[in-house]
């Protein structure tokens, strides 16, 4: 995820995850990308908060927020299809949804807004005929990001 986005908590704006893909992919129509996503978040009631997963603007899945009174992070797995992605930048987003916060701790003591923060071994994953690769394996921006296929020079007729 750390190539994709800098971003270490999202909630007041939403986590952003920008994918070059080429002008020649084509997908199947039943493949699945997926976003796993383990956050450390407020502690919420059922119904109390939710992401929702957006494709170039477009709704793609929603998920309701679950708390534990015995783990500091949730693991979240949000899939779309991959036939919302289109050549060239696209844009996945994740909108979070929760009560506000009130610190203390604040020095105005104002409400803030409901975040998580996003855990290092978050992913996403693409069909499995998708590899992605950078120049330098460090943070790109997404137009610098190459997507192949797979063996493609291989299969190509």
């Not at 994709?4 to 920008?18: C, I, N, S």
């Not at 039943?30 to 908060?49: Q, R």
């Not at 927020?65 to 797995?77: E, N």
């Amino acid at each position: 995820m750390q190539l994709f986005t800098q971003q270490l908590h999202f909630g007041d704006e939403p986590l952003v995850l920008p994918l070059m893909m080429p002008a020649n992919f084509l997908v199947n129509d039943g493949e699945t990308s997926y976003v796993n996503l383990v956050l450390s978040h407020p502690k919420v009631t059922p119904g109390e908060a939710a992401m929702v997963l957006r494709v170039n603007g477009d709704y793609a899945n929603s998920m309701p927020l679950r708390a534990s009174y015995w783990r500091s992070k949730q693991h979240y797995r949000m899939n779309f299809p991959m036939t919302l992605l289109r050549p060239g930048l696209n844009n996945i987003s994740i909108e979070l949804y929760g009560p506000e916060q009130s610190h203390a701790m604040s020095q105005t003591g104002n409400i803030v807004p409901f975040t998580a923060d996003i855990a290092a071994t978050s992913a996403i994953q693409l069909g499995s005929w998708v590899n992605y690769l950078t120049q330098f394996e460090q943070q790109l921006p997404a137009d610098q990001l190459l997507f192949i296929t797979e063996k493609m020079a291989v299969t190509a007729s």
